[in-house]
């Protein structure tokens, strides 16, 4: 598609309950982010791709969470044993690395929107 | 430790004058900083960016200053629009690492 699509749009699950959250990154992007937007707070970086792999894992908040991509394209970032903390907006971002404007520039999704219960 | 700093949490400008949103830095080997702009239920969208060898850049409306002596950056929305009214992200990074961003300023335009 033309931009970077996640899903669920919304989801809210009761404590102890694990989720799956879904980034279809624009076509030919090399490079995929996730980030988290909690309530009143910035984006914090959570995970970054270089094709199938995640050079940088650093922003996971704790071994509940883990995340995927296969064929350099579509990730899945799971979260067992959702506690309260976890409500936050989930943002995917992909870009392609310098692709000739200098800057590396994500364009982002419009989010996953986590409730915790 | 927060890398990237936006002071102010909300600015107010009448439609027509000029918004200018702040943002500082700590880390110097920053080389690309980049404004975004996020509505309500919506992903950020990229706005400007300027290379840390530049100390401006102008895109129509938008402007972004770097000085890096202070390590501060500027942008200013000239003239400010209703549709300007959004919250407005500060981020940076540099080689091939992640964008840190800011934690935001929420720009009101009054009409």
């Known amino acids: 598609g033309a931009g970077v699509s996640q899903s669920p749009s919304n989801k809210v699950t009761e404590k102890g309950k694990d989720v799956e959250l879904r980034c279809d990154p624009i076509s030919g992007h090399t490079a995929l982010y996730w980030y988290r937007q909690s309530l009143g707070q910035g984006l914090e970086f959570l995970i970054y791709f270089q094709g199938n792999s995640a050079p940088d894992k650093s922003g996971l908040p704790s071994d509940r969470f883990s995340a995927e991509r296969t064929g350099g394209s579509v990730s899945t970032l799971t979260i067992q044993r959702t506690q309260q903390e976890d409500s936050a907006v989930y943002l995917c971002?992909?870009?392609?690395?310098?692709?000739?404007?200098?800057?590396?520039?994500?364009?982002f999704g419009a989010g996953s929107r986590l409730t915790v219960l | 430790d927060q890398q990237v700093k936006q002071n102010s949490p909300s600015l107010s400008v009448q439609e027509g004058r000029i918004s200018i949103l702040n943002c500082d830095y700590t880390?110097?080997?920053?080389?690309?900083f980049l404004w975004y702009k996020k509505y309500p239920a919506e992903g950020p969208t990229f706005l400007i960016s300027i290379s840390s060898i530049k100390d401006k850049n102008e895109d129509g409306r938008f402007t972004v200053f770097l000085n890096k002596s202070a390590k501060h950056l500027s942008l200013h929305i000239v003239p400010s629009q209703p549709g300007d009214s959004a919250v407005y992200f500060c981020a940076a990074y540099f080689g091939n690492e992640k964008l840190t961003f800011g934690t935001g300023t929420r720009l009101t335009i009054i009409p």
């Open positions: 880390n110097s080997m920053f080389d690309y």
């Open positions: 971002a992909s870009s392609d690395l310098y692709g000739g404007s200098g800057a590396n520039v994500l364009t």
